[in-house]
T-cell receptor, first 110, second 112 residues
Framework: RKEVEQDPGPFNVPEGATVAFNCTYS??????FFWYRQDCRKEPKLLMS???SGNEDGRFTAQLNRASQYISLLIRDSKLSDSATYLC???????????FGAGTRLFVKA | DTAVSQTPKYLVTQMGNDKSIKCEQN?????MYWYKQDSKKFLKIMFS???????INETVPNRFSPKSPDKAHLNLHINSLELGDSAVYFC???????????FGPGTRLTVL
């Protein structure tokens, strides 16, 4: 079993749609959680950190359930520019060990 | 100003050769990483360094030898290249303590 598992995707949605990505992790010692975004042939970039209380940044909302070892990302009012691969990331060992999920590809169409 | 830079951007070489990839960060971060992203786009950590010291080695073959001459640099030397080494290699840095990582643009390595 992979340490971090994500919805396989791809997700194809129209502009304006709401889309949700799910992620589970297997190591209960995991300490920090993030969503990164990777555009085609580019480097990953941080989208947002994920906190236990849940957090929101504009159209993006992240949730963490430590008991279920589950992380989610909700994107509201999808834009064409949201088309990318979304990577669920889990860190432990004080941030020195970082495990990336395989990513979920999102296509937003006009 | 480029925060994390890698050279070269592309590297094409024959099996059995030795090659190096250089990484530099100007963010003043203590922690640096090397990742491999294979053809299936799966990004996997290879090494973590903190203040020039190796912290994590993720069961990478010893043909891969990272070297950190100072906190701002983490280079990757690969001996006896194999076909399976073909991938995109990303360097990253962070302030440490489970905070945002900043990635370089990647080095696309092709072994023929």
């Amino acid at each position: 079993r992979k340490e971090v598992e994500q919805d396989p995707g791809p997700f194809n949605v129209p502009e304006g749609a709401t889309v949700a990505f799910n992620c589970t992790y297997s190591n209960s010692a995991s300490q920090s959680f993030f969503w990164y975004r990777q555009d085609c042939r580019k480097e990953p970039k941080l989208l947002m950190s994920v906190y236990s209380s849940g957090n929101e940044d504009g159209r993006f909302t992240a949730q963490l359930n430590r008991a279920s070892q589950y992380i989610s990302l909700l994107i509201r009012d999808s834009k064409l520019s949201d088309s990318a691969t979304y990577l669920c990331v889990v860190e432990y060992t004080g941030g020195f060990k970082t495990i990336f999920g395989a990513g979920t590809r999102l296509f937003v169409k006009a | 100003d480029t925060a994390v830079s890698q050279t070269p951007k592309y590297l094409v070489t024959q099996m059995g050769n030795d090659k190096s990839i250089k990484c530099e960060q100007n963010l003043g971060h203590d922690t640096m990483y090397w990742y491999k992203q294979d053809s299936k786009k799966f990004l996997k950590i290879m090494f973590s360094y903190n203040n020039k010291e190796l912290i994590i080695n993720e069961t990478v073959p010893n043909r891969f030898s990272p070297k950190s001459p100072d906190k701002a640099h983490l280079n990757l030397h690969i001996n006896s290249l194999e076909l399976g080494d073909s991938a995109v290699y990303f360097c990253a840095s962070s302030p440490g303590g489970a905070r945002e990582q900043f990635f370089g643009p990647g080095t696309r390595l092709t072994v023929l």
